[in-house]
């Protein structure tokens, strides 16, 4: 039988279907980390905040060579857009057809693929004009996309990560996630990083670092604080974190949320870890 230390009883009063969401952490890390007994606890240490627009629901943040790639979704108002960081100012956008809900996105070399919810389409487009120069199929829904250099990897709010080929979207394998030892349901949001695959929790205020190839969680990201309590409480209930770039030159990460005001730039701090330990 696992006997779960104290941090993660506390995890387990705020699990929603199957969600780990932490609450306190222990406070010394040791030198090698487990993932399956023991995982580093991240907080996001604000640098930068930016302006956006509050109307547009976020599903999918890309930044590349210093462009911002956004994915909006909502039936009659997803779009794709190109927004300058510093303003929020639209750089150039476009529409999708009202029967198309947008959801993740990815830049793969030159081209932007972005996903939908529950239409199986994935539209690719020219990432410098915008226009869509091919589309794919695929089965299920459509949430979280990002690509790592060699693989795209998908989710559809269940605890799995989908691999999909970079150049015919086909589905190589199905990784489920788990967070020591418990399955990591609503995956949402994706942003492929040195190897991880770091995803938002849709109504969660946390973000998981997944190792993609065994679907360990290697790290949480609590970002409960990112956004004050005061705004928060003025916000549609659907105004949850989701939107996660990494900002490679600088190390550091865009993280928003939908209808947000604000993009976060963060460095991630290390405060303490997760521990399962192992007992009668």
Known sequence: MKRWSLAICLLITLTISGIVAAQETTPELTPEIDPAVSIPYYIPNVLETYPRDPEKFTQGLVWYDGDLFQSAGQYGESQLLENDLETGDVIQSVSLDEEYFAEGLALVDDHLIQITWREGTAFVYDAATFEVVDTYSYEGEGWGLCYDGEYLWMSDGSPNLFKRDAETFELLETIPVTLLGSPV?????????????????????????IDPETGLAIGLIDARDLLPQAERMQMDSGAVLNGIAYIPERDTFLLTGKLWPTIFEVQLEQVGSLVLNEGG
């Open 185 to 209: 349901s609503n995956l949402n949001e994706l942003e492929c990083v040195d190897g991880s695959v770091y995803a938002n929790i849709w109504f969660q205020d946390y973000i998981v670092q």
